[in-house]
C-alpha cells in the first residue's frame, strides 16, 4: 500500500538535506537515486529509523507514492531533468504532479510544463534557495508551473520553508510555467550584486584604508546590527575573523579569481532581451569574468600604472561613507531586479505578486535581509509601483546616503581601486533621476549614418523623422524597430 507523501529523485547533499527536512515536518518520504548504492547509503546511514523509503527504481518510487503522486527531481539541472521527466512519466497517472528543485533556466520550465500538461500530468519548477543549511533547516521556495498542482503541494512546501519573524512562509506560488525559475534567476542576479558590492568595500578598506581583518570584521558585525543586516553582511563578518588551525585568517590564503554556475549570466541575457537596464548585476557577473583572468592580471600589473592607494582623510567618518554607499547601491539592484521581474511579467503574460516575492526572499535565502520587508510594505501599498526608488522610504533612503556614495566613488577612482558595482549603481540612479540623457545625439548619429529615423521633442510620440545630413543621402528611411 502506498504511503509516502512525496517522493525525490538525487541524492546529493540538496536533495539528502530536503528529505530529511521533510521528514522532520511529519510527511514519509521516498527516494531514489541513479547510483542506487547512495540509496542504501543513505537508507543506513543520514535517514536511518526515519519515515523514509529508500527506492531502486523510478517504478518502486511510483508504487510507493499516494495520490496524486509528487515527484521531486533533485538532480543537475539541464538534460538530466528531461531524461527523468521520460523515465518517470510512463509511471505516473493523470493529476500526478512532477517537481523540478534544481537550477533549472526558465526557458526550459516553460518548455516542459508544457510537455508534461500534453501527457496530462502537471509540473512545477521550483527555484529553492538558502544552500546546504536551508534546505535541511528551511529555505525560500519559489514555486511556478501549472496551477492546479499548487493546492496539492502547498502544505508540503510551507511546512518545510522558512519562516519569517511573524511566521509567514517564505514559500508561495509564484506564477504560471517558468515564472518560478525566473524569480529564482533573479534572486540569484540580486545575489551577485550583493557579493560583488560587499567585495568592493571590503577592497576599499583593505587596499584604500589600510584596514586589517579584525578591523573589518568589526565594521561589518557593527553593520550588521544595522539598515545592512543580512546573510551575506553576517558570513562577511564571520570570514573576516576565521582562523584556521595554525592561526593563520583564511580570507588571506584564498586566490582571488570567483566562479560562477550561470545564474548570474542568465539574469544579464534575460535584461538585454526584455531591454532593461541591469547594470549592476551585469557588472557583477563581468568582474568575476575579469577575476579569472588572474595570469593577465598579474602580468597587467607590472606594465599597467595607475596610482597607489593612499587615503587622506579621517578614516572612521570615510568607514561610514563606505556603509552608507553599500547600502544606497543595493536599493538600485533591487530596484533593478523589480524592474526586471516587470518587464517578464508583461512579456510571458505572468501575474507575478512582487510583495509576495519579497516576503520569500526575507528568510531561508541567501539574499535574505531586513531590508525586504520595507519592498513588501512598498508593494503592499502600490501594486503597481514603477521603480522602488520612487517610494518614500527608499527615496529618502538614498537621499540621505547620496553624498556618502559620491564621495566613496570619488575617493575610489582617485585611488585606482575598481568599484564597478557600487559606480555603475549611481551611474543608473544619476540616469534615472535625469529628464534629459544624451539619446537624442545618439539617434542623430544612427540617422546620420544607417538613415534610421527619430522623434523631435516639438512633434507627438510615434513620429519619425529622417534628415539627409551630408546632401547626397536622399530622402529613403529604414524602417524603425525595437530590439
Not at 533547516?137 to 519569517?164: E, H, N, R
Not at 541591469?278 to 575579469?290: K, P, S
Not at 593612499?310 to 539592484?333: C, E, M, P, T
Not at 546620420?448 to 522623434?455: L, P
Request: aromatic share 10%; net charge negative; glycine share 10%.
Amino acid at each position: 500500500m502506498a504511503q509516502a507523501d512525496i517522493g525525490v529523485v538525487g541524492l546529493a547533499v540538496m536533495g539528502e538535506n530536503l528529505i530529511l527536512n521533510m521528514e522532520s515536518k511529519g510527511f514519509t518520504v521516498a527516494c531514489f537515486n541513479r547510483t542506487v548504492s547512495k540509496v542504501d547509503n543513505f537508507i543506513n546511514g543520514r535517514a536511518q529509523g526515519k519515515n523514509i523509503i529508500g527506492c531502486h527504481s523510478i517504478e518502486e518510487l511510483a508504487a510507493n507514492l499516494k495520490a496524486p503522486r509528487k515527484v521531486m527531481l533533485m538532480v543537475k539541472a539541464g538534460q538530466a531533468v528531461d531524461a527523468f521527466i521520460d523515465q518517470v512519466l510512463p509511471h505516473l497517472e493523470d493529476g500526478d504532479i512532477i517537481i523540478d528543485g534544481g537550477n533549472s533556466h526558465f526557458p526550459d520550465t516553460v518548455r516542459r510544463t508544457e510537455y508534461v500538461e500534453s501527457k496530462g500530468k502537471l509540473y512545477i519548477g521550483t527555484g529553492v534557495s538558502g544552500g546546504e543549511e536551508g534546505a535541511l533547516l528551511g529555505p525560500s521556495m519559489m514555486p511556478g508551473g501549472s496551477p492546479k498542482a499548487w493546492p496539492a503541494v502547498k502544505d508540503i512546501f510551507q511546512s518545510i520553508c522558512a519562516k519569517t519573524d511573524s511566521g509567514e512562509p517564505c514559500c508561495d506560488w509564484v506564477g504560471e510555467n517558468g515564472a518560478g525559475h525566473f524569480v529564482k534567476m533573479v534572486h540569484n542576479g540580486i545575489e551577485y550584486g550583493d557579493m560583488q558590492m560587499i567585495c568592493e568595500t571590503y577592497q576599499m578598506m583593505k587596499e584604500g584604508l589600510g584596514m586589517t581583518n579584525q578591523e573589518m570584521h568589526a565594521a561589518f558585525a557593527e553593520w550588521y546590527e544595522g539598515e545592512l543586516n543580512s546573510y551575506l553582511i553576517e558570513i562577511t563578518r564571520d570570514i573576516l575573523d576565521y582562523q584556521d588551525e595554525d592561526g593563520n585568517e583564511v580570507i588571506d590564503l584564498i586566490l582571488d579569481t570567483a566562479g560562477q554556475k550561470g545564474t548570474g549570466k542568465w539574469t544579464g541575457i534575460e535584461a538585454l532581451n526584455l531591454g532593461q537596464p541591469l547594470t549592476l548585476i551585469g557588472e557583477a557577473v563581468f568582474a568575476r569574468c575579469l577575476s579569472a583572468l588572474k595570469e593577465e592580471r598579474v602580468t597587467a600589473s607590472k606594465i599597467l600604472s595607475g596610482p597607489k592607494p593612499q587615503f587622506q582623510g579621517d578614516k572612521q567618518a570615510f568607514i561610514n561613507d563606505l556603509r552608507h554607499a553599500l547600502y544606497a547601491a543595493k536599493i538600485v539592484s533591487y530596484a533593478q531586479g523589480y524592474q526586471l521581474m516587470r518587464a517578464a511579467a508583461a512579456e510571458y503574460n505572468w501575474n507575478l505578486n512582487y510583495g509576495g516575492i519579497a516576503l520569500m526572499w526575507r528568510g531561508g535565502c541567501i539574499i535574505r535581509s531586513v531590508f525586504l520587508g520595507k519592498i513588501k510594505e512598498a508593494f503592499d501599498q502600490e501594486p503597481d509601483l514603477t521603480n522602488l526608488l520612487l517610494t518614500p522610504f527608499f527615496k529618502e533612503a538614498v537621499e540621505k546616503a547620496q553624498d556618502s556614495w559620491r564621495r566613496v566613488v570619488t575617493a575610489a577612482v582617485e585611488m585606482g581601486i575598481p568599484v564597478p558595482a557600487i559606480s555603475t549603481a549611481l551611474a543608473y540612479y544619476d540616469g534615472y533621476r535625469n529628464a534629459r540623457l544624451p539619446a537624442n545625439l545618439l539617434q542623430a548619429q544612427r540617422d546620420y549614418f544607417g538613415a534610421h529615423t527619430y522623434e523631435r521633442v516639438d512633434k507627438p510620440r510615434g513620429e519619425f523623422f529622417h534628415t539627409n545630413w551630408t546632401g547626397r543621402g536622399g530622402e529613403t528611411a529604414a524602417s524603425t524597430y525595437v530590439v
